[in-house]
């Protein structure tokens, strides 16, 4: 099962995924989330006759064991910070196909965490899809990946840099450098 964690909105751009379900078989799609595009987005599954695979969950406060049922994360977004949903996703495990923009790209290290795929390559999502689902061996590898590398994201190591990085700043400032 793929799993998206997002609004139901253009940024977000769920659509591509349910337009390449139409040419992935026994693969499921949850979203869960909720907004203004749920209705165009379960219509537009309908039309690609995929709309038994594709589940809206709406806003869900169990994430956390969403994440557990899913074998793939998916966020085709258009723009990104540092998703916290990918974050998340990586934490628990889950190899990443996601679109390659600034964001996700400062996550996700190409073939050892996830996919990066332009956000409007339908072939391009489908192939990862397909690749990922496909290959037990790689998602596992991909798992073990992510749950190490997203530790350099933990809020301990975070804080410690920014203390060093303050730190450094006074030092150069006691010991005389320019004064702003």
């Known amino acids: 099962m793929i799993l998206s964690v997002g609004e139901l909105n253009q940024n977000k751009h769920h659509e591509i995924i349910i337009r ?20 165009q987005l379960k219509e537009l599954a309908i039309k690609c006759s995929v709309s038994d695979r ?12 969403l994440y557990k049922t899913a074998d793939i994360f998916c966020l085709p977004s258009y723009r990104e910070g540092l ?22 790209r400062d996550l996700i290290i190409p073939n050892k965490g996830g996919i990066l795929v332009n ?10 899809i397909n690749f990922l689902s496909g290959s037990a061996d790689v998602r ?7 749950t190490n590398y ?29 004064n702003r």
């Open 140 to 146: 596992r590898k991909m798992s073990f990946f992510n």
């Open 54 to 65: 594709v589940h809206f969950l709406g806003f869900r406060d169990d994430v956390k064991q």
């Open 150 to 178: 997203i530790k350099k994201f933990s809020l301990d190591k975070i804080v410690g840099k920014m203390e060093s990085i303050y730190s450094g700043m006074l030092c150069f400032k006691t010991e005389g450098g320019p």
């Open 119 to 128: 956000a409007e390559d339908i072939q391009g999502f489908k192939r990862a």
């Open 20 to 39: 390449a379900l139409e040419h992935i078989q026994d693969v499921h799609y949850a979203i869960a989330g909720d907004g203004e595009l749920l209705n």
């Open 83 to 104: 998703s916290a949903s990918v974050m998340e996703a990586m934490a628990a495990g889950l190899p990443v196909v996601c679109s390659d923009i600034r964001g996700n």
